[in-house]
């Protein structure tokens, strides 16, 4: 196809229908314009003249590839009629993407289940890779003929049982859109869907942070304190240790020194957490709402953070662990208030936004790029004001290699270990696993100097920290009126509610009826359940539409009313 004279001058849908976005979309309509970033319409244009069923959008955290994708999406479903399937790394991300889709009109399902049929008035479902390796044949089915979104598919390597369901699952439908804000990974597992030259992945749209830092308004600068420090511990083999970041040490033993560094019963974290709450409360006095995350390194050692913050600083913190189970709720309430600090674990690393993020503190032993790339991804996303943000780190050389690097684009290599380098790539969680029944124990840990150079590893102290917005970002082509999109079914109730709502209301409606029902009548829950879905003409409730949903909740009422009639007569 070719392309147009102006770059994202128009949307093109399949290849007989054109689109003209509004510049000045009527007031009634404004709630349904958005505004994409120029690399976000480069993207798209990339995207609708790509003719293979596989596209791969790299771009750094905090870019937007989520609208990017659901743009796609809602270009992209009208042609094929099907479905769409959107793969997460997390349960807590599921929820995001679902939330997201509804400004676009999807009505997603997060919490679809393999033995249920997808209800007629359901558009797709949200799932994780986990989910998609223990039901890979169904949720194949859902995918068939239609769109997936594989979001962050490098956990597609995580494990060699997830990639092999991943191509399973995913080879029937007709397109497959993959994103990634760090293609890369420490190991030699190829993914499924990704076009290779030699060892090396090739995007077909790639977004680095050097780029959205020049574009303005996209990402902040990042600085990174490093502190040093001097730490003495008993190793697991009941040796007694003790050296400075800065001491040359084989990769078993920096692991051990960082894990003394961390530790609880040092004064090292104290020291660090001190600093990091400082530059919060600077931030805060321009931008009261800006937070501060610290990333532990397990839930006991998230806890400890918690209190020390609480005991040392008076400062209460939000806690989100990934055996929490109200964890998604903690953070969704977070995002949205003005509490200073959220300590997680496994939890805000990836994806998930908390845009007032503007300080972090590395306080986990796990050492991989790819967290480290992630983990600071968290907190430049831009916001509108000006201002920095800053990641605290100990000054382990590996870290410090990262701080120094992440600038660059990095692809997706699929090199060995032993070419990542010696102490360069720590498999999440091994620190611990071995110390966890041994002699291993914290002597002291102390910060020996103050934060290293703030010089910014990406632009000079007299260069502008955030830059203008590009007249790119003006053209009119950037603009999109939802409202001229081709449909993709009515899914909101006649008062403007999402469906997914009215869909959880319904349920919750024609649960609180059956209770009702069989209080009034004596007979089971399932004899009452059952008796409703005849009536309703449905299956189950997990399978029913909205509509179905209020003609058994109607249902419902009529029966109870009429017992109650009889009650009284």
Same mark, same amino acid.
């Not at 990934?322 to 990836?350: C, L, N, Q, Y």
């Not at 002597?443 to 790119?472: M, R, Y």
């Given at each position: ?16 229908? @054109? ?28 995207? +609708? ?21 659901? @743009? ?28 997201? $889709? +509804? ?23 949200? @799932?994780?890779? =986990? ?13 068939? !003929?239609?769109? $997936? ?61 050097? +780029? ?86 397990? =839930? ?49 690393? +990836? ?16 050492? @991989? ?58 498999? =999440? ?76 209301? =319904? ?11 069989? !209080? ?50």
């Amino acid at each position: 196809m070719a392309r147009s004279r102006h770059v994202g001058e128009r949307l093109r849908v399949g290849h007989n229908r @054109t689109l003209m976005p509004r510049s000045r979309p009527p007031a009634a309509a404004r709630d349904q314009t958005l505004r994409l970033r120029p690399w976000q319409r480069r993207a798209l244009d990339a995207y +609708e003249r790509s003719e293979r069923g596989d596209f791969l959008a790299v771009a750094t955290p905090g870019a937007g590839k989520t609208l990017f994708a659901l @743009t796609a999406a809602r270009l992209t479903l009208p042609v094929l009629g099907r479905r769409i399937v959107i793969v997460a790394p997390s349960r807590h991300l599921k929820r995001q993407w679902v939330e997201a $889709a +509804e400004r676009f009109g999807f009505h997603l399902d997060a919490d679809w289940s393999p033995t249920d049929r997808l209800p007629a008035d359901v558009h797709g479902i949200v @799932t994780t890779y =986990q989910q998609v390796a223990m039901a890979t044949r169904e949720i194949g089915q859902v995918a068939e !003929g239609g769109l $997936a979104i594989l979001d962050e598919v490098h956990h597609a390597g995580d494990e060699l049982a997830w990639g092999d369901a991943v191509a399973a699952a995913f080879s029937p439908a007709a397109r497959r859109l993959a994103l990634s804000g760090t293609p890369f990974r420490s190991d030699t597992a190829a993914i499924p869907f990704l076009s290779y030259v030699g060892s090396q992945v090739v995007p077909d749209v790639e977004y680095g942070y050097r +780029e959205a830092l020049g574009d303005g308004h996209v990402v902040r600068p990042v600085y990174f304190p490093r502190f040093g420090g001097h730490m003495e511990w008993t190793a697991p083999d009941g040796a007694e240790l003790s050296a400075a970041f800065h001491d040359p040490l084989p990769r078993s033993l920096a692991n051990q020194r960082l894990r003394a560094a961390l530790s609880l019963d040092g004064e090292w974290l104290p020291a660090v957490l001190g600093h990091a709450h400082a530059q919060l409360a600077e931030i805060r006095t321009a931008r009261p709402d800006a937070a501060g995350l610290v990333i532990a390194t397990d =839930q006991e050692h998230a806890q400890g953070v918690a209190r020390m913050l609480r005991e040392r600083l008076d400062v209460r913190a939000t806690v989100a662990v990934s055996e929490d189970p109200a964890a998604s709720h903690k953070i969704r309430r977070f995002a949205a208030g003005t509490d200073p600090w959220i300590v997680a674990v496994r939890m805000v690393s +990836e994806g998930v936004d908390i845009p007032r993020l503007r300080v972090g503190v590395h306080a986990t032993t796990t050492t @991989t790029e790819l967290f480290f790339r992630q983990a600071v991804g968290r907190i430049v996303r831009h916001t509108g004001d000006s201002g920095r943000s800053y990641m605290f780190i100990p000054d382990d050389p590996r870290l410090r290699h990262y701080s120094d690097t992440i600038a660059e684009s990095r692809r997706h290599n699929l090199r060995s270990k032993r070419q990542e380098g010696e102490g360069h790539s720590v498999p =999440q969680g091994r620190e611990g696993a071995d110390d966890q029944l041994s002699l291993f124990a914290v002597h002291s840990a102390t910060a020996t100097d103050g934060p290293g150079d703030l010089a910014d590893i990406f632009a000079s102290h007299d260069e502008p920290e955030v830059p203008a917005a590009s007249s790119a970002e003006s053209d009119p082509a950037l603009v999109i009126d939802l409202g001229s999109l081709p449909p993709v079914g009515s899914k909101a109730t006649p008062d403007g509610r999402p469906a997914r709502r009215e869909r959880e209301r =319904q349920r919750l409606r024609n649960s609180r009826l059956a209770r009702e029902i069989a !209080g009034i009548t004596g007979l089971s829950h399932a004899q009452v359940n059952g008796e409703l879905n005849r009536l309703a003409q449905v299956s189950r409730v997990s399978e029913a539409t909205v509509a179905q949903l209020v003609r058994r909740a109607a249902a419902a009422e009529g029966w109870f009313a009429r017992e109650q009639r009889r009650r009284s007569a």
